[in-house]
């Protein structure tokens, strides 16, 4: 049997693969996203690398290792699903950090490793920090102002449902406003938070994928949220459909 061109088997791979989740997680629909850069790069056949940018729960604080994490988890996965493809997840999450650390280092630790797709988690240090929310929005604006200069894709990523962060008042004044950054600045968004309460409403117990100190994820939530943002990047990577006349 011939083989299928290097470009084809992967658009093949990409419709054909699916993430069931790890047993524990609850098989829950991921809101759908687009990622037009990136999905480029894999028809071509191009390296691809992810840069996963936050605080501790990028960093993986709470995890058995390194390989727990969620930056490792999605590679091994976007891996699995795309065997031959060069698929990079580079983990630049450093723990406590607020929007404004992460400003101070994004040209060394962001731009200058040249990704492909860049996962910016933020939010739950804003919100442990009493920062001003107005503050919190002119960083992230910033930011992404630069990262739009330099033609990086973004993807936006908001706080775990933790009691940490609930038990902060107006804790849910962040997560509104990376939602509307990303509707402003027409960016996809990887709501962790709308997921996790998807979770509970599932019956999956917060205690199960938050840890004991009431904060970051347990390896069970790691793994859990590497395969719904798994699954929600391998849906922005299949061709795009060309409707019937």
């Known amino acids: 049997m011939p083989r299928l061109p290097?470009?084809?088997?992967?658009?093949?791979?990409?419709?054909?693969?699916?993430?069931?989740?790890?047993?524990?997680?609850?098989a829950l629909p991921v809101p759908g996203f687009?990622?037009?850069?990136?999905?480029m790069a894999v028809a071509e056949g191009r390296p691809v690398r992810i840069l996963?940018?936050?605080?501790?729960?990028t960093e993986g604080f709470g995890a058995s290792g390194p390989l727990a994490t969620y930056p490792a988890r999605l590679q091994a996965r976007l891996r699995a699903a795309l065997p031959g493809q060069r698929i990079t997840v580079v983990n630049r999450g450093r723990g406590g950090e607020d929007v404004s650390e992460m400003l101070a280092r994004l040209r060394r630790d962001v731009l200058d490793a040249g990704p492909t797709l860049v996962i910016w988690q933020a939010g739950a240090n804003a919100v442990l920090r009493h920062m001003d929310p107005a503050a919190f929005r002119a960083g992230m604006e910033a930011g992404?102002?630069?990262?739009?200069?330099?033609?990086?894709?973004?993807?936006?990523?908001d706080s775990q449902v933790a009691p940490r962060i609930?038990?902060?008042p107006g804790h849910?004044?962040?997560?509104?406003?990376l939602a509307e950054i990303a509707a402003e600045r027409h960016l996809p968004i990887f709501s962790r938070a709308a997921l996790m309460r998807?979770?509970?409403?599932?019956?999956?117990?917060?205690?199960?994928?938050?840890?004991?100190?009431?904060?970051?994820?347990?390896?069970?939530g790691y793994d859990c949220v590497a395969g719904a943002l798994a699954?929600?990047?391998?849906?922005?990577?299949?061709?795009?459909?060309t409707a019937r006349r």
């Open 231 to 241: 699954e929600g990047i391998i849906g922005a990577l299949r061709p795009p459909t």
């Open 34 to 39: 687009t990622l037009p850069a990136t999905r």
């Open 198 to 220: 998807g979770w509970e409403h599932a019956g999956l117990a917060n205690t199960a994928v938050i840890g004991p100190d009431g904060l970051h994820h347990t390896d069970l």
């Open 52 to 57: 996963a940018f936050g605080s501790s729960s």
């Open 172 to 177: 849910h004044r962040f997560e509104v406003i």
């Open 166 to 168: 609930n038990a902060m």
């Open 6 to 26: 290097r470009r084809a088997a992967l658009l093949v791979a990409l419709v054909l693969t699916s993430f069931p989740a790890w047993a524990a997680c609850p």
């Open 144 to 157: 992404l102002d630069q990262l739009r200069e330099a033609g990086v894709e973004v993807l936006l990523m």
